[in-house]
């Protein structure tokens, strides 16, 4: 029985696969590599494929006798999604039925979905619990909303059972295999600040001094994703024991601004990043920090990184390690 990762060769897919391996699962991947990484699937097979080709998909969930799904393919630019919505809806809620209908006539019924905080859209109130409406402010967040509604139509009609988790900010690498962070064009806080610390990049802009934070730039939860990684394989957990479709926030439940994060690099990598104060960006909300209790006791799930140096230090790594990114 394996678990067939879509996405797999992407940032948080890879660190999941590996996560996944590690504790005994029998793993197997599709990604079309237009995002994602050869390099960064270690030990378990990856087959160059899209989700939309029913018969591949078909073929492998038979070959490799597939019980589950964690399912990352997809897009997931904000910027790109407002300017092509199309795309989004074309590759995100259009491939994702093609794949739902795949798994539903090959007899799968078990997926851990992909999702994200920019479902929740501008917050009423932080923390934000998953009791919180969802009003996205971008087509990214809408088309992972409208999937995680699509989901909970399928339970309805065909028992496919389902767990969306909400991710806030990724960050992060794994601290023995070499795999990272690795997006082309890069456009996250983290591996920019670190970039231009080690002088890939010439500098790291702020978007934004004039928030209602105490230190006027925006507030993230920065989740590591080996924590990430592991939140996926204990939603595999429960919906082998059960399950119907449920949805999670994954975060920390601190929050640190742009001003802290950027400070954190400095301590971290021992230079000073040069920065520059650029306007805001568009659909930027100011604070967005996770209430994450309901995985933590429904999943049994304990982030077990929630300093933020730490979280930066294994991302340095692998920056330090791999300038290029995968491209070496
Ligand atoms: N940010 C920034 N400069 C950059 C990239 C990001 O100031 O070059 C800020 C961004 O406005 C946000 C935070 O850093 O407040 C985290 O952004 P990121 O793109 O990493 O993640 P997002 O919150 O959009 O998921």
């Not at 890879?14 to 391996?21: K, M, N, P, Q």
Request: glycine share 8%; proline share 5%.
């Amino acid at each position: 029985m394996a678990v067939l990762v879509t996405g797999g060769a992407g940032y948080i897919g890879s660190h999941t696969v590996a996560d996944l391996l590690n504790h005994g699962e029998e793993v197997v991947v599709i990604d079309n590599l237009q995002q994602g990484h050869r390099q960064a699937v270690l030990d378990c097979p990856l087959y160059e494929i899209d989700i939309r080709d029913t018969d591949a998909v078909a073929e492998i969930v038979r070959r490799h006798d597939v019980e589950s799904v964690v399912h990352f393919a997809a897009h997931s630019l904000v910027g790109e999604s407002v300017k092509q919505p199309l795309k989004y809806y074309a590759n995100n809620v259009g491939a994702t039925e093609r794949l739902l209908s795949t798994l539903v006539e090959s007899g799968v019924n078990q997926i851990v979905f992909s999702s994200t905080a920019a479902t929740y859209g501008e917050p009423m109130r932080v923390p934000i619990d998953e009791e919180h409406p969802t009003a996205p402010t971008n087509p990214y967040g809408e088309t992972k909303l409208a999937i995680e509604r699509m989901l909970r139509w399928c339970h309805a009609a065909y028992g496919l059972k389902s767990v969306s988790l909400r991710y806030f900010n990724a960050a992060g690498a794994h601290p023995d295999l070499p795999i990272g962070e690795d997006h082309d064009p890069e456009t996250h806080l983290i591996p920019l600040v670190i970039q231009a610390a080690l002088g890939v990049r010439e500098n790291i802009a702020i978007f934004g001094t004039d928030y209602p934070t105490p230190d006027g730039t925006c507030i993230r939860d920065y989740i590591d994703v080996m924590d990430l990684a592991a939140a996926h394989r204990l939603a595999l957990s429960r919906l082998r024991s059960g399950g119907a479709v449920e949805v999670f926030n994954l975060g920390i439940g601190k929050g640190f601004s742009v001003k802290e994060v950027i400070a954190a690099v400095e301590r971290v990598a021992g230079a000073r990043p040069q920065v520059v104060e650029a306007s805001r960006r568009a659909g930027d909300p100011a604070i967005l920090v996770a209430a994450s209790g309901k995985a933590q006791s429904a999943l049994g799930w304990n982030p077990l990184h929630d300093d933020l140096e730490g979280i930066i230090a294994s991302a340095f790594a692998w920056h330090q390690h791999h300038p290029g990114g995968y491209r070496e």
